[in-house]
């Protein structure tokens, strides 16, 4: 099984730059896409951002398209999320983890508090 650490949030203006880390343990991370997942003051968790076991194919929610990079380590083991121009509307815990599909995701980190003030 897959364990996983996320780190990098922070407090940031609006307009300013943060970029998330995630590092996993166990299992055999190239297997598996990877996502990033928030979940903001009392809403549910969304999807963020995707990318595929080689990296090659990404896919992004439409409310960070153009402002979001996601990227990966397979020989480190880990799955970043750049993140640009942010808003306030993308204060939230961001997760990593497999993406939304039909199967179990891994067991949820302890995600990374990300703030943007206005």
């Known amino acids: 099984q897959v364990q996983l650490v996320e780190s990098g949030g922070g407090l940031v203006q609006a307009g300013g730059s943060l970029r998330l880390s995630c590092a996993a343990s166990?299992?055999?991370?190239?297997?598996?896409?990877m996502g990033w997942i928030r979940q903001g003051p009392g809403k549910e968790r969304e999807f963020v951002a995707s990318?595929?076991?080689?990296?090659?194919?990404?896919t992004y929610a439409d409310s960070v398209k153009g402002r979001f990079t996601i990227s990966r380590d397979n020989a480190k083991k880990m799955v970043f999320l750049q993140m640009n121009s942010l808003k306030p509307e993308d204060t939230a815990v961001y997760y990593c983890?497999?993406?939304?599909?039909?199967?179990?995701?891994?067991?949820w980190g302890q995600g990374t508090q990300v703030t943007v003030s206005s």
């Open positions: 990318i595929s076991r080689g990296g090659g194919s990404r």
């Open positions: 983890n497999r993406p939304p599909g039909n199967y179990d995701p891994f067991t």
């Open positions: 166990g299992g055999t991370f190239s297997n598996y896409a």
